[in-house]
């Protein structure tokens, strides 16, 4: 993968249950972290929404609690979201920024166009980073959850989609992976030092 050839990997130690793995590379920066997505100091954090933008559970429930009722009401006036498809708010209370809310696809088999759906999910999220000068951005596992995507075709999916952009687009200066098990620890792990 080009600059990513000569990578490093640096193990931080963890704090408060929480791990960080740093995947070091010329040009960019990839990080693997465990633990709660709405914890981390970056300038967006995704969110795996549903197509109405309004809550849900999952990495979208916490996000909503942590952020306050506020994204609620700013959510309401976005119309809702298309799957594969991307929309920016604020952050309100989180300590990021914007809050880039991406619909994943529920797993159907696979011959639905889910995996390129998900690559969508990703691409357009780092898209509007760009366009809203997010240079820090962290990812959770889009549709991992109850929408049934298997964890390691996702995981493929998530590390080449990114890799991909930040190779054309320098604007984006780091980008986290959250995972909150260990199985998809593991998946990314393995991937991000393989790469």
């Known amino acids: 993968m080009g600059d990513c050839a000569n990578a490093r990997m640096i193990l931080e130690r963890p704090q408060r249950g929480h791990m960080f793995i740093e995947i070091g590379c010329q040009m960019k920066k990839i990080k693997l972290f465990k633990g709660d997505i709405t ?99 962290a990812f959770p596992n889009i549709s991992t959850g109850v929408y049934g995507y298997p964890k390691q075709e996702a995981a493929v999916i998530a590390t080449q989609t990114v890799t991909s952009f930040l190779e054309n687009n320098p604007e984006i200066e780091q980008v986290i992976f959250c995972v909150f098990d260990n199985e998809n620890f593991e998946y990314y792990r393995e991937l991000l030092q393989n790469n």
């Open 39 to 137: 914890s981390l100091k970056v300038d967006a954090i995704v969110n795996a929404a549903n197509t109405s933008l309004l809550g849900g559970g999952g990495v979208d429930g916490a996000i909503h609690r942590a952020a306050g009722k506020e994204l609620l009401a700013e959510c309401r006036t976005l119309n809702g979201c298309k799957t594969g498809d991307a929309k920016i708010t604020k952050g309100y209370n989180l300590s990021a920024k914007f809050v880039i809310h991406t619909v994943g696809p529920v797993w159907n088999g696979g011959k639905s166009g889910e995996p390129e759906k998900l690559a969508s999910c990703y691409h357009r999220s780092l898209e509007v980073a760009v366009e809203n000068s997010a240079k820090t951005i």
